[in-house]
């Protein structure tokens, strides 16, 4: 009968949960029984853990979900990174360590890059002297190639073994990575751009476990001492370090590249420009050298970015998917579609005079306005808010300027000066009226010129998109 129980869990039983052990309880079951205790309280607080960072998590005001499309290269994956240098410094400044290899890489497959060019000319080429230097005749003409630079090549030569260690780092197996610079000029193979100094990785965090694990066992700074396959590496590319910045400033090798046409500072993850800073070997990445890293996307990624600008228990999550923008990675953009609040579509203008990587009979340019056209025109999307980022301004005017002409490849440019200013008009108002012949639906669009690599300016159209997104947005959705 509940009125009469009385129970023998008065509050002084209660407050001595656990229940006393037994009177005749032998040292032996006290051990095992202070081991269960200890092991039960560790689950326990494992589980009220979750369960605030859970509540925390609930507390927090919702931010949107934005996906970034494009084709490849065009510039999402920096986008991204921007957000987080953005909204999250802190978070990003802990990672920046993560993303040396990943930077080494990219400057190794470009000097490799230039060795396997050179080698692979050498071998060829006709002899006009035998003196100090020689001269090299290429496609284009003859140049000059130093004797000093022979040498160079075959001091650098163990940059071929940090690159497959490197890889092997990052995506658990040699080769993985996409077109390894060092097949990239030899035999007849073309020089393919697109593919001269790229990482493939797995999605998700994978690499960056990987990355993390490995740390963990090496220094984060110089130290003699660290044996671990990351540390050699960081002690080979310091001892190559000067005679990569020899031979990157060479004014033969530069020469004999631009005969054939080769730019590898218009390539993604180019880093030989800051040779000497990055090879250094208690080098730590800096924001900007992050967002310059190439790391191509294979397969969509969630990411949760808390801005930490907001009070914690108040801050706001946004959730931004990054997608491979390659051919084949499409049709695993469409799950997003109706799932999202905004798109940021990126355009690459300095596309033009390119073909895609994955079909060269595509001009890139071309592919973009198609992709473009279609993603306007889905009418799963007809009531989102469209940004478009007409991306790469830089390589865009660098191009124009060293004198390759837009409208030999555009040709509906006519009668315009061949500058900045008017490409870019001209590309902006074509992107703009696809938007608004091809929406199922009137609706607003956000264009910026934009430079993904340059924080500072995208860190302002950040903002501005941010603040868009939450006035109109949000407020509406009663989300704010
Ligand atoms: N110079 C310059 N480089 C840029 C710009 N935007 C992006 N990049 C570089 O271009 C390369 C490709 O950018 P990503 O952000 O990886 O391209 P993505 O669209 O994510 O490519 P996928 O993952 O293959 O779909 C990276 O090395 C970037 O640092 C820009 O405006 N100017
Ligand atoms: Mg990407």
């Not at 497959?109 to 060795?115: A, D, G, P, T, Y």
């Not at 669009?445 to 860190?459: E, R």
Request: net charge positive.
């Amino acid at each position: 009968m509940p009125g009469t129980f009385k129970s023998s869990s008065s509050s002084s039983t209660q407050s001595s949960w656990p229940p006393p052990p037994p009177a005749n309880e032998t040292p032996e079951q006290r051990k095992v029984r202070l081991e269960e205790e200890a092991l039960a309280k560790k689950r326990s607080d494992q589980i009220d853990k979750e369960l605030n960072a859970e509540k925390e998590s609930k507390k927090r005001k919702l931010g949107a979900k934005i996906l970034l499309l494009g084709q490849a290269e065009s510039g999402k994956s920096t986008v991204l990174k921007n957000f987080q240098l953005l909204f999250a410094p802190k978070a990003f400044q802990s990672e920046a360590e993560i993303w040396r290899p990943v930077i080494h890489l990219n400057l190794v497959r470009s000097v490799n890059f230039i060795l396997s060019f050179l080698t692979s000319r050498l071998a060829g080429m006709r002899e006009s002297s035998l003196g100090q230097s020689s001269t090299t005749v290429l496609e284009g003409g003859p140049v000059q190639i130093n004797p000093e630079i022979r040498k160079l090549v075959l001091r650098l030569a163990p940059l071929r073994q940090v690159e497959e260690t490197l890889n092997r780092a990052l995506a658990g197996s040699p080769g993985m990575g996409a077109g390894a610079a060092s097949n990239a000029t030899t035999g007849n193979q073309r020089y393919n751009p697109a593919r001269a100094t790229e990482v493939s990785v797995p999605s998700g965090y994978g690499w960056k476990n990987a990355i993390s694990g490995r740390r963990s066992q090496e220094s984060s700074s110089s130290n003699t001492s660290d044996t671990s396959e990351l540390g050699q590496t960081r002690r080979v590319l310091a001892a190559c370090g000067d005679d990569i910045v020899k031979l990157w400033s060479d004014r033969g090798v530069q020469q004999a590249l631009k005969s054939a046409e080769i730019a590898l500072e218009e390539q993604p993850g180019f880093f030989l420009d800051e040779a000497s800073r990055i090879t250094e070997e208690d080098y730590v990445p800096l924001p900007e050298d992050v967002l310059k890293a190439r790391v191509t996307t294979v397969g969509p990624e969630a990411h949760v970015i808390v801005d930490e600008k907001e009070l914690d228990s108040n801050a706001r999550e946004w959730t931004i998917y990054d997608v491979g923008g390659s051919r084949s990675q499409r049709a695993a953009w469409a799950q997003f579609f109706d799932d999202v609040n905004i798109i940021i579509f990126l355009a690459p203008m300095s596309g033009f005079n390119q073909v895609l990587a994955e079909d060269e009979s595509v001009n890139r340019l071309t592919d973009s306005l198609r992709l473009w056209q279609t993603i306007c025109s889905n009418k799963i999307l007809a009531n989102l808010e469209f940004v478009i980022f007409l991306n790469k301004l830089d390589i865009l005017a660098a191009k124009l300027k060293s004198g390759i002409q837009f409208s030999q490849f555009v040709t509906s440019f006519v009668d315009k000066p061949n500058e900045t200013k008017p490409v870019a008009k001209y590309l902006l108002d074509v992107f703009v009226s696809l938007h608004q012949q091809h929406s199922p639906r009137k609706r607003k669009l956000h264009p910026h010129l934009t430079c993904a690599v340059d924080t500072k300016a995208t860190s302002s159209v950040i903002t501005r998109i941010r603040d868009m997104i939450l006035v109109k947005f949000l407020s509406q959705t009663s989300v704010l």
